[in-house]
T-cell receptor, first 117, second 109 residues
Framework: DTEVTQTPKHLVMGMTNKKSLKCEQH?????MYWYKQKAKKPPELMFV???????INESVPSRFSPECPNSSLLNLHLHALQPEDSALYLC????????????????FGSGTRLTVV | GQNIDQPTEMTATEGAIVQINCTYQ??????LFWYQQHAGEAPTFLSY????GLEEKGRFSSFLSRSKGYSYLLLKELQMKDSASYLC??????????FGDGTTLTVKP
């Protein structure tokens, strides 16, 4: 299995809702990432998990809450979002640095397109 | 912090060769990646450079000069399916990768 699977593919939520985005990989990668991408813009890093521990939080608002239950799963819990949070949310994984990340780069999931109304 | 510059748009003809440049400034360089992203799809990994020189993978090659803070992606024998956005990403010593704004390549018949 060489894929990163994200669910759901599309999500529409109100500003008072609570929802979760899910990401799964079975490549044995020990680093997982959440990126946010607005239309015609590059992906922007939100969070990095390395060996199931949060290693980078790019000053993301607390209405986004990441969780890494195990080495294969990564969740992003959403609560009280704003319309400007509408974007494509990409999950990615890689071998941890020193274990091949340099060769294979990141493997991205196909993303969850989120619309906040 | 990191600052990455790429041209916004490029146009080339099917069968031709195109070079997409990327210049960067970073406080701690630990590798440069090139990704391809078709509209509405996730980025896909193309190449990685950490040492100076040219890396070749089929129709795609990537070059790096660390002293100049410069890289390019070379695409040969262009095909219509190569029309996409090409993203340069620089990784720092903390393992964080920052993407440039991307270059939209249009391949014409």
């Amino acid at each position: 299995d060489t894929e990163v699977t994200q669910t759901p593919k599309h999500l529409v939520m109100g500003m008072t809702n609570k929802k979760s985005l899910k990401c799964e990989q079975h490549m044995g990668h020990r680093a997982m990432y959440w990126y946010k991408q607005k239309a015609k813009k590059p992906p922007e890093l939100m969070f990095v998990y390395s060996y199931e521990k949060l290693s980078i939080n790019e000053s993301v608002p607390s209405r986004f809450s990441p969780e890494c239950p195990n080495s294969s799963l990564l969740n992003l819990h959403l609560h009280a979002l704003q319309p400007e949070d509408s974007a494509l949310y990409l999950c990615a994984s890689s071998q941890s640095p020193g274990q091949g990340a340099e060769v294979y780069g990141y493997t991205f999931g196909s993303g969850t397109r989120l619309t906040v109304v | 912090g990191q600052n990455i510059d790429q041209p916004t748009e490029m146009t080339a003809t099917e069968g031709a060769i195109v070079q997409i440049n990327c210049t960067y400034q970073t406080s701690g360089f630990n590798g440069l990646f090139w990704y391809q992203q078709h509209a509405g799809e996730a980025p896909t990994f193309l190449s990685y450079n950490v040492l100076d020189g040219l890396e070749e993978k089929g129709r795609f090659s990537s070059f790096l000069s660390r002293s100049k803070g410069y890289s390019y992606l070379l695409l040969k024998e262009l095909q219509m399916k190569d029309s996409a956005s090409y993203l340069c990403a620089v990784r720092d010593n903390a393992g964080k990768s920052t993407f440039g704004d991307g270059t939209t390549l249009t391949v014409k018949p």
